[in-house]
């Protein structure tokens, strides 16, 4: 273990001399990316860059997100963009303005250390966590100090591949966590709190389910058992090859079996070099906020908002809600995420927390703040359109290893899911459930979670009638946020053009708000097959 300060000094010096010998050209663009990657810095298609500020669980308070807002103004930056791993990231970011970036994020407290390369990620978190009516209890404070302890950890930055860790407060949550590399999903033992614990899952060109480690693991031993799977991928992850180097691929050469034997001699092993978690800070608290100014808000409007963006936080408070904010594309400028930063201190919800669907959250607010929030928000945060709210990867007009551009392809199928719920307003309430089901990713690497999705797409490229076109492949019935983690079933034959996207979405969006019970779309998809969506697929124009 070494001193935080003192490691960041040292990793700074020698970040800030690659990006001086890139600006005198000394370097190129390849050479840069081995001392940058590690930092979550990457080169965008434009030839600007993208740089990554890690976010712990997606949780982060007003005055860091004035303070980001505040970097993207000075530093002459293009956006903030919520990433699906909760992150957040500044794009276009001029080379000479790197390293000022870096500075002062590490100076609010957003150290910058493993937010990309072989290095374990940002921690992944529900955002119900601690405040919904389903919480075991709030995971945060776990989350906060493996966080710590792992950005000490040496053995966790030099590692054959990624390492992504994620927390889940809920039961029925081990579909999320064993599709991490380390996933735990709160469970609670004679007043104990403790975790079911997941290892070697995870999504990408070669997908796979988590083995099971512990049914219970004391929370005490949280330190312990994260340290002992680090470990286990630094001796026997495969530095040969990338594209065999993560966690799963440990698992898939050994065997559930084997995997775990190995796990519990690192883990015994471990006991000796790490102390046991005794404690954790206590997470936040909300309150009843002060007297609000009037507001006259229209009285349709708000009750579809509020179908549709709030749901109940009874952990928070009596009366108490969870408020999403719907980010179109994910993406925010300086002037908007002051506006955000707002939010909190008004409503007295201390935090706000990014989600995976690229959204935030206000996860406890008293109901009368809800009119409020409601008329403070401005268009095209409180789903008055569907435009940028599917769940997609950034693309590839921005991402260098993208094949396609997924925004402007899901904007296209949200323009059709815009028309249908327009033509039938009654159904409205039923579009956030429909947005979160289906995910739409650019190439093979799965950002969006495609291969776990109940409707999933995966951008390529296929030669028809001797043109090179844009293609998606078709994944069908995953289950993510389940008991029971599944794969979704796909064939490489199951592909379509993705102009033809929003005719094969659009029909089975009309099916189910027509169907006899319209509330669960991912129910609703189990009923087809991959034969039935190739028919579709088939007869669409």
């Not at 809600?321 to 955000?340: A, H, K, T, W, Y």
């Amino acid at each position: 273990m070494n001193n935080l300060n003192s490691i960041l000094s040292k990793e700074h010096e020698i970040l800030e001399s690659a990006l001086n010998d890139f600006l005198a050209d000394r370097i190129d663009a390849a050479e840069l990316k081995k001392f940058t990657a590690k930092h979550g810095i990457y080169q965008q298609n434009n030839g600007l860059f993208m740089v990554r500020i890690r976010i712990p669980g997606g949780e982060i308070n007003a005055g860091n997100l004035k303070k980001i807002a505040e970097i993207i103004s000075q530093n002459q930056m293009g956006y903030a963009h919520l990433t699906t791993r909760q992150d957040i990231q500044l794009h276009d970011v001029e080379p000479e303005k790197i390293f000022p970036a870096v500075r002062m994020c590490t100076g609010s407290g957003m150290p910058f250390r493993g937010g990309g390369g072989d290095t374990f990620r940002n921690i992944m978190v529900n955002p119900g966590s601690g405040v919904n009516a389903n919480s075991i209890f709030d995971v945060y404070p776990y989350v906060q100090a493996l966080n710590q302890f792992m950005f000490t950890y040496d053995n966790a930055f030099g590692l054959p591949r990624k390492l992504k860790i994620g927390f889940f407060s809920d039961p029925g949550t081990d579909s999320m966590a064993a599709i991490q590399d380390l996933g735990f999903v709160a469970q609670r033992q004679k007043g104990q709190d403790g975790f079911t614990v997941f290892a070697a899952g995870g999504l990408g060109r070669v997908s796979g389910i988590g083995v099971k480690l512990f049914d219970f693991l004391p929370a005490g031993e949280l330190l312990r058992c994260a340290v002992a799977v680090t470990e286990l991928f630094n001796d026997n992850g495969n530095r040969e090859n990338r594209g065999k180097a993560r966690l799963r691929f440990v698992l898939e050469k050994l065997g559930e079996k084997a995997f775990v034997d190995i796990f519990k001699e690192y883990y015994s092993h471990t006991s000796k070099i790490i102390p046991e978690l005794k404690s954790t800070e206590p997470g936040v608290s909300f309150s009843v906020p002060d007297k609000l100014p009037e507001v006259n808000v229209d009285s349709a409007g708000f009750a579809a908002w509020k179908a549709t963006a709030t749901n109940p936080a009874p952990q928070a408070g009596k009366n108490f809600f969870s408020v999403r904010i719907f980010i179109p594309d994910g993406n925010l400028q300086p002037v908007q995420l002051e506006m955000l930063a707002e939010l909190p201190e008004k409503v007295k919800c201390p935090v706000l927390r990014l989600t995976a669907f690229q959204d935030i959250i206000l996860p406890g607010v008293h109901e009368s703040a809800l009119p409020w929030i409601y008329e403070s928000l401005p268009a095209g945060f409180r789903l008055e359109s569907l435009k940028g709210l599917l769940n997609c990867c950034i693309g590839a007009d921005v991402c260098k290893i993208g094949i396609l551009p997924s925004p402007k392809i899901a904007a296209a199928v949200t323009e059709k899911l815009d028309k249908i719920f327009t033509e039938q307003p009654e159904h409205k309430s039923l579009a956030p459930e429909i947005i979160n089901t289906i995910a739409i990713s650019g190439c093979p690497n799965s950002c969006s979670r495609h291969t776990v999705a109940a409707l999933g797409f995966m951008g390529m490229k296929k030669t028809i009638d001797g043109e090179r076109t844009d293609c998606c492949q078709v994944f069908l019935n995953g289950r993510l946020g389940s008991k029971s983690p599944k794969l979704a079933d796909t064939s490489k034959d199951l592909i379509l053009p993705a102009n033809k996207l929003p005719g094969l979405i659009g029909k089975l969006t009309r099916d189910f708000i027509s169907s006899e019970n319209p509330t669960d779309f991912s129910g609703f998809l189990a009923n087809y097959s991959i034969q039935k969506i190739d028919e579709i697929i088939a007869g669409l124009d």
